[in-house]
T-cell receptor, first 111, second 112 residues
């Protein structure tokens, strides 16, 4: 079965500390993985995609097929990073992909 | 310059009274999705349209229906809302599997 697991419901760190938001997936095919972020009172928005190997707002995520993980990392957390983070997996082949979301991790960055 | 617009932002409906939520997009994306998100839970896909082709998830209740009269608009109809249908309903669009989704702000539905 296709599944995305985010084991931490809440992650609290101090400003300047490293942060890692964990995501594990279960998928039999070749996965497309994403991180979405939702700031307070804003819409869910794409943060980054594994396929583009980009760094957005200092965040990076590497797909580890051996460990079936796609953890989100940032070396120095900022207060403005406080938000809800969702890991998502695209479950279809072809041109459209139906996203399966994890339950999300709330990141709180304290001053 | 919101590209996926959901109306209304908040909707209160009576138990059993049909309700329609709307979504429009200016991106000209082929695919439009409806997700249901209950408190502290992951967004759950209800159905999606690829152009005019409707794709229903196997576990989406019959109470939920959708219409897509043209590329820009998509509607979610709940025929007889129950208390358990109170949730945030998210509309999203996508161009391709690899590009990810663009989400609307959501409509929070309350059933009284």
């Amino acid at each position: 079965a296709q599944r995305v697991t985010q084991p931490e419901k809440l992650l609290s760190v101090f400003k300047g500390a490293p942060v890692e938001l964990k995501c594990n997936y279960s998928y039999s095919g070749s996965p497309e993985l994403f991180w979405y972020v939702q700031y307070s009172r804003q819409r869910l928005q794409l943060l980054l995609r594994h396929i583009s190997r980009e760094s957005i707002k200092g965040f990076t995520a590497d797909l580890n097929k051996g460990e079936t993980s796609f953890h989100l990392k940032k070396p120095f957390a900022q207060e403005e990073d406080s938000a809800m983070y969702y890991c998502a997996l695209s479950s279809y082949g072809g041109s459209q992909g139906n996203l399966i979301f994890g339950k999300g991790t709330k990141l709180s960055v304290k001053p | 310059d919101a590209m996926v617009i959901q109306n209304p932002r908040y909707q209160v409906t009576q138990f059993g009274k049909p309700v329609t939520l709307s979504c429009s997009q200016t991106l000209n994306h082929n695919v439009m999705y409806w997700y249901q998100q209950k408190s502290s839970q992951a967004p759950k896909l209800l159905f999606h349209y690829y152009d005019k082709d409707f794709n229903n998830e196997a576990d989406t209740p019959d109470n939920f229906q959708s219409r897509r009269p043209n590329t820009s608009f998509c509607f979610l109809d709940i025929r007889s809302p129950g208390l358990g249908d109170a949730a945030m309903y998210l509309c999203a669009t996508s161009y391709s599997r690899s590009t990810g989704y663009t989400f609307g702000s959501g409509t929070r539905l309350t059933v009284v």
